[in-house]
Structures are given as structure tokens and as C-alpha cells.
């Protein structure tokens, strides 16, 4: 599925307090399954100024904001440039999305250094994250029978399977089918197509049942713990040090 932005959406990073390293799109946009009522999920890295850093009154390492803009709901985080590289060197695959995410908004040389020692970030680690989400999500469906949850399932499952096996992080469940030539439901287009109806809808009526569903995640969980034991990534990532001379330079306005 397409996702379809507004047009005003590259004046929000002029609009924070501080500059932004860079700020991309997140959440269903990203994943593939935006719903013509969706929010707009946005992601990024601020810069706080190095007296908000080294004196004795610190800057917001997080900074929140969520507002109404033309009917659309807006939901923006941002990290410090030092908390978000410590996020990214945890094993932290949320932060690994947001980071390579497509949907660009705003941009810079520290996004473009980012971008690059990301593949340093990456470990079989990884999977752990991935699997946590799915079995959160499945949970999360069983109680609410919302066909959302279930969509984020799949999409982590696969997500974190492909990177095991490529080192590459694809967040997009539309391409993730026949990922590789290897197995995905079927029925997955389909729920995808059901979803742009509304951000929180109910599993169709012609759905495969829980029985198959649950089935279906435990085959998926299955490969991907798989993928995660037969994976050539490292178990620990080398981007430490890139990463700390980059705040570095970066806080010194080097």
C-alpha cells in the first residue's frame, strides 16, 4: 500500500526548539498498512547544545510531542544524538527502523554517518527484539480480535527473520511476501487491503480463523528463531566507537 503524506509535513523539524539530525516516518506508513485514519508517526534526532549537556542543568534527551494538523494526529520523538546512539548500539530494532526508514522528512551529514555504521549496529541479537514484539502483539490480538496487532505480528516476524538472513532491515510487510522464496500467508494482501479502511478495525469476516492464524505464527516464530541460529551476524556489533567520535564531534561543533 502506498502511503500517501501530507505536503506540510517537511515545516515540523523547523518547528522544534532544537535542530533535528534527521526525522523520518514511522509506525503503519512504514510498516506498509496506513489506514486512511492513521497517525503520523515521526521519529528522529535532536541536537542539544553542549551547555545543555556539560553543565549542571541538562537538556531533554526525549522530547514528546503530539498535536492535531489538519485533522491528522501528529506523534513526534525525538532522542538526543547520545541517547539514540546508545539505543542503537542495544540491540534495539525499533531504533534500527527509524533510522533507515525511507519516508525521509529531514536529513543531515550526522543522519548520513548514522546510516552508515547502522550495518555495524546489527547482531543475532536482534531477533530477541523481534520475537518480544510479535509475542506482545499476538497477545495484544487475542484480546482484541483488532486486525492491527495481528498485521504487526506478521510484519515483525518477517522483519526480523530477513535481517537474520541478510543483515537488512526491511519494515515494509507489502515487501516482505514471498520473502526470498520462502513461505508467508497467503492471505496477508488481503489484510493488509482490509486495514485501509480503518486504524482500528476488526479481523474481516472472511479471515482464516484463530486456529490457523495461531498456527501460522507459531510456523513464522519458528523461522525466524531458525533464521536467528543459523545467522552469519555477529554477536556483537563494532560501531561503538564510530558512533562515540561522531557525538563527540558532533557536541564540539567539529
Not at 550526522?110 to 546510516?115: D, F, G, K, T
Request: proline share 6%.
Amino acid at each position: 500500500m502506498t502511503a500517501t503524506l501530507p505536503s506540510w509535513l517537511a515545516e515540523i523539524p523547523r518547528e522544534q526548539t532544537h535542530p533535528l539530525a534527521f526525522a523520518t516516518v514511522s509506525g503503519a506508513h512504514l510498516y506498509g498498512f496506513p489506514s486512511d485514519d492513521s497517525d503520523l508517526d515521526l521519529r528522529g534526532v535532536h541536537l542539544l547544545p553542549v551547555e545543555e549537556v556539560v553543565g549542571l542543568r541538562h537538556g531533554q534527551e526525549t522530547v514528546t510531542r503530539m498535536w492535531d494538523r489538519d485533522g491528522v494526529e501528529v506523534d513526534l520523538v525525538t532522542h538526543d544524538l547520545a541517547k539514540f546512539c546508545r539505543m542503537l548500539l542495544g540491540r534495539n530494532g525499533y531504533v534500527l527502523e527509524q533510522l533507515l526508514s525511507p519516508l525521509v522528512v529531514a536529513t543531515s551529514p550526522v543522519h548520513e554517518e548514522l546510516v552508515a555504521a547502522a550495518p555495524a549496529c546489527v547482531t543475532r541479537h536482534h531477533a530477541h527484539h523481534y520475537l518480544g514484539f510479535a509475542r506482545t502483539q499476538w497477545r495484544l490480538f487475542e484480546k482484541s480480535g483488532e486486525l492491527k496487532p495481528l498485521l504487526y505480528t506478521f510484519r515483525t516476524l518477517l522483519t526480523g527473520a530477513h535481517l537474520m538472513r541478510t543483515g537488512e532491515v526491511v519494515a515494509d510487510l507489502t515487501r516482505l511476501y514471498g520473502d526470498a522464496g520462502r513461505w508467508t500467508p497467503p492471505y496477508l494482501p488481503d489484510l493488509v487491503e482490509a486495514k485501509r479502511s480503518a486504524e482500528h478495525g476488526a479481523l474481516p469476516g472472511d479471515a482464516p480463523d484463530l486456529v490457523r492464524l495461531g498456527r501460522d505464527v507459531e510456523r513464522l516464530t519458528a523461522d525466524l528463531e531458525g533464521a536467528r541460529d543459523a545467522s552469519a551476524l555477529p554477536d556483537v556489533g563494532s560501531a561503538h566507537e564510530v558512533l562515540h567520535a561522531l557525538v563527540v564531534r558532533t557536541r564540539l561543533g567539529r
